[in-house]
């Protein structure tokens, strides 16, 4: 079975600085793919970025990247240069890729970006 | 940029009672979904559809619940009857061949 780990509960950053959201995951699929979602206070889920696990290079996505160590089974998200608008929940899923269709989340970050 | 919409936005409800959640995928996908989440918690998979049929389904999802592609563009999620525990915010969720899940902005179930 899949598992996700976010360790942070609650990050803080200042505007304009750049903030890691942990996420590590176990899985005994050979392929599968991560995900990043943010979730405002509104509830929607915004799919931000995804690594498969047989990409050579690390996933961006404009302010977003994905630092991904396979060896370390973790896929940290990165975000640039912070804005206020970041401030949300968010959440690190995995799927089995050629299995199973369901998205497993780990329980998420809330990070508070301050002024 | 077209995007998953669900109807409503918030239903309130009274235990025992039957609810339909609606969700209008994005129209060139093909596997649709059904997440839930209660208050604070994770989000958890309710069930995948695939060609008209169920091609998984989590624990969760025992017999109150159904799901059904009535037309080409509506996928509904129906509890039969409503219990306290199934408050949660539902997401409905699409996706074409490759494997990013777009979900809708969420139906807020309230059971009282």
């Known amino acids: 079975a899949q598992k996700i780990t976010q360790t942070q509960p609650g990050m803080f950053v200042q505007e304009k600085e750049a903030v890691t959201l942990d996420c590590t995951y176990d899985t005994s699929d050979p392929s599968y793919g991560l995900f990043w979602y943010k979730q405002p206070s509104s509830g929607e889920m915004i799919f931000l970025i995804y690594?498969?696990?047989?990409?050579?290079q690390n996933a961006t996505e404009g302010r977003y990247s994905l630092n991904f160590q396979k060896a370390r089974k973790s896929a940290n998200l990165v975000i640039s240069a912070s804005q206020l608008g970041d401030s949300a929940m968010y959440f690190c899923?995995?799927?089995?890729?050629?299995?199973?269709?369901?998205?497993?989340f780990g329980k998420g970050t809330k990070l508070t970006v301050n002024p | 940029e077209p995007e998953v919409t669900q109807t409503p936005s918030h239903q309130v409800t009274q235990m025992g009672q039957e609810v339909i959640l609606r969700c209008v995928p994005i129209?060139?996908?093909?596997?649709f979904y059904w997440y839930r989440q209660i208050l604070g918690q994770k989000v958890e998979f309710l069930v995948s559809f695939y060609n008209n049929e169920i091609s998984e389904k989590s624990e969760i999802f025992d017999d109150q619940f159904s799901v059904e592609r009535p037309d080409g563009s509506n996928f509904t999620l129906k509890i039969r009857s409503t219990k306290l525990e199934d408050s949660a915010m539902y997401f409905c969720a699409s996706r074409q061949e490759v494997y990013e899940q777009y979900f809708g902005p969420g139906t807020r179930l309230t059971v009282t």
């Open positions: 129209s060139n996908h093909l596997y």
């Open positions: 899923a995995m799927i089995p890729q050629g299995g199973s269709e369901k998205l497993v």
């Open positions: 690594q498969g696990s047989y990409d050579q």
